[in-house]
């Protein structure tokens, strides 16, 4: 277990919070007082068939418009502007999805890594299931992203059967590729950090493009490296923060800004130009 | 090394395009729907908002002629089969 240094900067004291912040998102997320605008797409992963569902899911929309031959030109739009101000942070801090697994993290079993390269499947995922079948072969093709998504079997086939079950009615199963999907999903968040995030996910996918240009991004201060490495060891999701601080796979958890020489930040491209001098020395 | 004037350019340019997209959705795109039955109907013009909502419950779907249909006649469904 890495000794986590806290330096006293807003970072510090938030990444202590990341979980409530999650949390507070989710209540945006879920519609608590029944508000289902699904004509408005939200910036996370959050299937729209949900009975609570506040907003319509980008990935699903972008999926279907392609499907229907139509530009989804508010859906990418909303993840053009969402993805400059703020790359994967959105991963990190406000996706549901991202915080059903940061929760079953905690379940104490041990954990396995993934190969860096795992990573690389989300684009054929984006590229696949998003935009390249539901084009070409329409929404009914078994591999349309919808069809195989864990969130929505986890989040609107798993209430809908409980619903019919309750009500007496004969239950509709999901169709097997998606129940087999959801089962191995359900196995493998016990065992993998984000397993979804990191080797399927499409939105992820698409905003992690925007990490080396995104408003906020985490800088790295050369000068006030020791070469510890101790940042190694506070990302869990393998990626070395000295090296490529805005890596594709980084979900923003900002983890590694606990590192104790301070040397890594997350920054700002609004940061005045004062502060900009005093830290010409970084990356 | 991407410096940070390039970044805000970049930044700048990225928002701009996002949020002429977004409004340009939003207020002015349009799609004709036709309803389910019969294509010889007359079509229905619907926002971009509103083919959204009609997405979000699996309310339209593409035709052999590759025009966009209604999937239903009435009440919408109340959420996507798939």
Same mark, same amino acid.
């Given at each position: 277990?890495?000794?986590?240094?806290?330096?006293?900067?807003?970072?510090?004291?938030?990444?202590?919070?990341?979980?409530?912040?999650?949390?507070?998102?989710?209540?945006?997320?879920?519609?608590?007082?029944?508000?289902?605008?699904?004509?408005?797409?939200s910036p996370?992963?959050h299937?729209?068939?949900?009975?609570?569902?506040? @907003?319509?899911?980008?990935?699903?929309?972008?999926?279907t418009f392609?499907?229907?031959?139509?530009?989804?030109?508010?859906?990418?739009g909303l993840?053009?502007?969402?993805?400059?101000?703020?790359?994967?942070?959105?991963?990190?801090?406000?996706?549901?999805?991202?915080?059903?697994?940061?929760?079953?993290?905690?379940?104490?079993?041990?954990?396995?890594?993934?190969?860096?390269?795992?990573?690389?499947?989300?684009y054929v995922?984006?590229?696949?299931?998003?935009?390249?079948?539901?084009?070409?072969?329409g929404?009914?093709?078994?591999?349309?992203?919808c069809?195989?998504?864990?969130?929505?079997?986890?989040?609107?086939?798993?209430?809908?059967?409980i619903s019919? *079950?309750?009500?007496?009615?004969?239950?509709?199963w999901?169709?097997?590729?998606?129940?087999?999907?959801?089962?191995?999903?359900?196995?493998?968040?016990?065992?993998?950090?984000?397993?979804?995030?990191?080797?399927?996910?499409?939105?992820?996918?698409?905003? *992690?493009?925007?990490?080396?240009?995104?408003?906020?991004?985490?800088? @790295?201060?050369?000068d006030?490296?020791?070469?510890?490495?101790?940042?190694?060891?506070?990302?869990?999701?393998?990626?070395?923060?000295?090296?490529?601080?805005?890596?594709?796979?980084?979900?923003?958890?900002?983890?590694?800004?606990?590192?104790?020489?301070?040397?890594?930040?997350?920054?700002?491209?609004?940061?005045?130009a004062?502060?900009?001098?005093?830290? *010409?020395?970084?990356? | 090394?991407?410096n940070n004037?390039?970044?805000?350019?970049?930044?700048?340019?990225?928002?701009?395009?996002?949020?002429?997209?977004?409004?340009?959705?939003?207020?002015?795109?349009?799609?004709?729907?036709?309803?389910?039955?019969?294509?010889d109907?007359?079509?229905?013009?619907?926002s971009?908002?509103?083919?959204?909502?009609?997405?979000?419950?699996?309310?339209?779907?593409?035709?052999? *002629?590759g025009?966009?249909?209604?999937?239903y006649?009435?009440?919408?469904?109340?959420?996507?089969?798939?």
């Amino acid at each position: 277990m890495v000794r986590k240094i806290k330096a006293g900067n807003f970072t510090s004291k938030i990444i202590g919070r990341r979980m409530w912040i999650q949390a507070a998102f989710l209540v945006v997320w879920l519609g608590p007082f029944g508000l289902r605008l699904h004509t408005i797409c939200s910036p996370v992963f959050h299937c729209y068939a949900c009975p609570l569902a506040s @907003f319509a899911c980008p990935i699903g929309v972008l999926a279907t418009f392609c499907a229907l031959h139509v530009f989804p030109f508010i859906a990418v739009g909303l993840l053009l502007a969402v993805g400059a101000f703020f790359g994967t942070l959105i991963c990190g801090w406000a996706c549901p999805f991202g915080f059903l697994q940061d929760l079953t993290a905690k379940v104490p079993t041990p954990k396995f890594d993934l190969p860096k390269f795992t990573g690389y499947f989300r684009y054929v995922v984006l590229i696949g299931a998003v935009l390249a079948i539901p084009y070409f072969f329409g929404e009914e093709h078994p591999l349309f992203v919808c069809r195989v998504c864990p969130a929505g079997a986890l989040e609107a086939a798993t209430p809908a059967m409980i619903s019919q *079950s309750i009500a007496g009615e004969e239950v509709i199963w999901p169709n097997t590729l998606k129940l087999t999907i959801l089962i191995l999903f359900l196995v493998a968040i016990f065992f993998i950090k984000r397993p979804w995030c990191r080797v399927l996910c499409p939105l992820g996918a698409i905003f *992690s493009v925007f990490n080396r240009v995104s408003a906020f991004f985490l800088r @790295f201060n050369a000068d006030k490296c020791t070469h510890c490495e101790r940042c190694h060891k506070l990302c869990e999701y393998g990626i070395e923060p000295e090296k490529t601080p805005n890596d594709l796979n980084c979900i923003r958890c900002l983890e590694c800004t606990n590192c104790s020489p301070d040397a890594l930040n997350l920054g700002s491209i609004f940061k005045r130009a004062k502060d900009q001098r005093e830290n *010409s020395g970084g990356k | 090394m991407i410096n940070n004037n390039t970044k805000i350019l970049i930044f700048g340019v990225l928002v701009l395009l996002g949020a002429a997209l977004l409004a340009y959705g939003a207020l002015f795109h349009s799609n004709n729907v036709l309803p389910q039955q019969g294509e010889d109907s007359t079509a229905v013009a619907k926002s971009e908002p509103a083919l959204i909502k009609e997405v979000t419950v699996g309310g339209v779907t593409r035709a052999e *002629s590759g025009k966009i249909k209604q999937t239903y006649t009435g009440k919408a469904p109340a959420a996507c089969a798939t």
